[in-house]
C-alpha cells in the first residue's frame, strides 16, 4: 500500500507564510506528477501546485507568485511553501502522487492522495 502524510498546516496570520509538507511510503516503484489541491466545504477540490518528475510546475492563477512546489526525491516528499497568505487561502490541502506501485505481485499505476492538512489564515 502506498500512503500519503501532510504535515505543516495550522493557523497563520494574514501576510504570513507557511509550509507544507508531504511524505508517500509504501512499495513504490516510483512517482510522476505530484500536487498540491485545496478545498472548502462544499466545494470541487481545486489544483494549487503540481510538479512532474523532472520538476517542471504548475500553479493556479489564484496562487502564482505566492506559492513554491518542491519535491525531494531522495525521500519522496512534496512541499509547498506558501508566502502573503490571506483569508482567502483558508482551506483543507490535500497532497496528491500518482504512483508505480506493486499490487499483488503486479505493477500498478496508482492516483493517491493523503488525508488533507487544514491551513486557516485569521488575526
Known amino acids: 500500500q502506498v500512503q500519503l502524510v501532510e504535515s505543516g498546516g495550522g493557523l497563520v496570520q494574514p501576510g504570513g507564510s507557511l509550509t507544507l509538507s508531504c511524505a508517500v511510503s509504501g512499495s513504490i516503484i516510483s512517482i510522476d506528477d505530484m500536487g498540491w489541491y485545496r478545498q472548502a466545504p462544499g466545494k470541487e477540490r481545486e489544483l494549487v501546485a503540481s510538479?512532474?518528475?523532472?520538476?517542471?510546475?504548475e500553479y493556479a492563477d489564484t496562487v502564482k507568485g505566492r506559492v513554491v512546489i518542491f519535491r525531494d526525491s531522495a525521500t519522496n516528499t512534496v512541499s509547498l511553501r506558501m508566502y502573503s497568505l490571506t483569508t482567502e487561502d483558508t482551506f483543507l490541502y490535500y497532497c496528491?502522487?500518482?504512483?508505480?506501485?506493486?499490487?499483488?505481485?503486479?505493477?500498478?499505476?496508482?492516483?493517491?492522495w493523503g488525508q488533507g492538512t487544514l491551513v486557516t489564515v485569521s488575526s
Open positions: 510538479i512532474t518528475s523532472g520538476g517542471s510546475t
Open positions: 496528491n502522487a500518482h504512483v508505480h506501485t506493486w499490487v499483488s505481485f503486479a505493477i500498478r499505476y496508482l492516483e493517491v
